[in-house]
């Protein structure tokens, strides 16, 4: 398959992934952004608009203090499982809110509802920003005439900026593939920088595309997926308020409706892992004040889930993070987190590899070249491996390092 603007084809994935992703990209979307005086001068009022009712699937915070846009965006989908557009406003979470902050999310759907010509129910809004703050509608309502007036095919970047908060650059990914022998797209924009501890989810993630699915099929894949990629990232630990990953597909492809049954179902899936995977590590790269990505795989666990709950206690534990900002290979930091993340681990039987260089067999310390394991540190991405050699099953979690610049950015984030 050949398609204008992409690499070459991933080794046995099945798809290729776009050098220059856009969330409009797959047939039927526009997208667009806005200032609308949110933020004092960036833009901060953002819109995803299919040009038919998309099938439509959502995963959400587990906070208890769910933010009221989410409340609103559960009772779009609960009607029919499709959607026409999504909202997405940074600066105010609307969050703590009470009535009035339900109130504003609804007349925010009731408002660009009637400016693209759907039914409310066909509308989906999202928040991110300083908790506890109401709303200014009448900035969203003066935003909202603009915004509309400016979605188009060339909106992506407008898009990608009004969604951030704390970020320090814009996030998305695409990828083509084949269903049917027809071209399909899978596009995807997310933010996350801060208050990243998925248990779902702590960013915004959306993702479209123009393949037929039906929203019972979307919403499995999508929380498949997400408990392979968004919920596999950390970077201070903080679950947010807010926020959720959101899949909209067009059905414009042209083929028949996807299912797991489906021949070209692996590669589709394949693909729509792809752009998870890649917005939640570039979400994990940009943690607040970080200067590395940390990937942490384990093997040889007994259950997946074991698997996971290690993978993620070494790629969240601050002593980890802070030794990898020092470029010190303290191991022993890195065991204290297997120890605790998972206590059916068998503490006599632990490998770890700092990159390619092992330092620790069977739970016990073997000489290796210090300035080896120090100079891999110090680059972009570190990578720790971790055999328990307990069983087959494995998984991999993405961080960060744990800087100064973390605690000034958190110090003064409202102020």
């Known amino acids: 398959m050949s398609a204008q603007g992409t690499q070459a084809m991933a080794p046995g994935a099945g798809y290729e992934v776009v050098a220059e992703p856009s969330i409009t990209s797959p ?26 009712p998309a099938s439509a699937a959502a995963v959400y915070t587990t906070n208890a203090f769910q933010a009221a846009p989410l409340k609103v965006t559960q ?46 129910y066909h509308v989906a809004v999202a928040s991110t920003g300083v908790i506890g703050e109401f709303l200014p509608m009448d900035r969203m309502a003066e935003g ?38 027809r071209p399909v797209r899978i596009a995807g924009a997310a933010k996350g920088s801060g208050m990243i501890h998925p248990r779902m989810a702590t960013m915004l993630a959306f993702l479209t595309t123009d393949a037929a699915i ?12 997400t408990d392979e990629t968004f919920n596999m990232i950390t970077v201070d630990g903080d679950c947010s308020t807010n926020d959720m990953v959101l899949a909209l597909a067009s059905g414009q492809a042209g083929h028949h409706p996807l299912h797991p049954e489906h021949p070209d179902w692996p590669a589709f899936r394949a693909a729509f892992a792809h752009v998870s995977r890649e917005l939640a590590k570039m979400i994990a790269r940009d943690g607040e004040g970080a200067t590395r990505l940390v990937e942490v795989r384990v093997t040889g666990a007994a259950s997946l889930d074991m698997a996971r709950r290690v993978a993620k206690g070494v ?8 030794a990898v900002y020092g470029a010190d290979a303290n191991w022993g930091r890195v065991f204290c987190a297997i120890g605790y993340a998972d206590p059916g681990v068998r503490t006599e039987a632990v490998d770890l590899y700092i990159g390619e260089t092992p330092v620790v067999r069977e739970s016990r310390p073997v000489s290796f070249d210090e300035e080896q394991v120090q100079a891999h540190m110090k680059e972009e991405t570190v990578n720790l491996r971790i055999d328990l050699h307990q069983g087959d099953r494995e998984a991999v979690a993405w961080g960060c390092d744990l800087t100064y610049e973390y605690v000034r950015i958190n110090a003064c984030y409202r102020t």
């Not at 060339?154 to 998305?172: M, N, Q, V």
């Not at 790629?315 to 802070?322: M, T």
């Open 214 to 225: 039906d929203p019972r099929h979307l919403e499995q894949l999508l929380r498949e997926v």
């Open 144 to 181: 909202l005439d603009r915004l509309v007036k400016e979605v188009g095919k060339e909106g992506h970047g407008p898009f990608c900026r009004s969604i951030l908060t704390t970020d320090t650059c814009t996030k998305a990914a695409e990828v083509a593939v084949t269903v049917e022998g």
């Open 27 to 52: 047939s039927g979307f526009v997208a667009g952004g806005v200032h609308a005086g949110f933020k004092k001068r960036k833009l901060d009022l953002g819109m995803i608009v299919c040009e038919v």
């Open 315 to 322: 790629a969240g534990s601050n002593l980890v993070k802070s």
């Open 75 to 120: 009772s779009s989908l609960a009607v029919e499982g499709k959607l026409r557009a999504v909202v997405v406003n940074s600066g105010y979470a609307n969050a703590c809110t009470g009535q009035r902050g339900l109130e504003d999310a609804l007349e925010t759907r009731r408002k660009a509802a009637g400016l693209i010509g759907a039914s409310e």
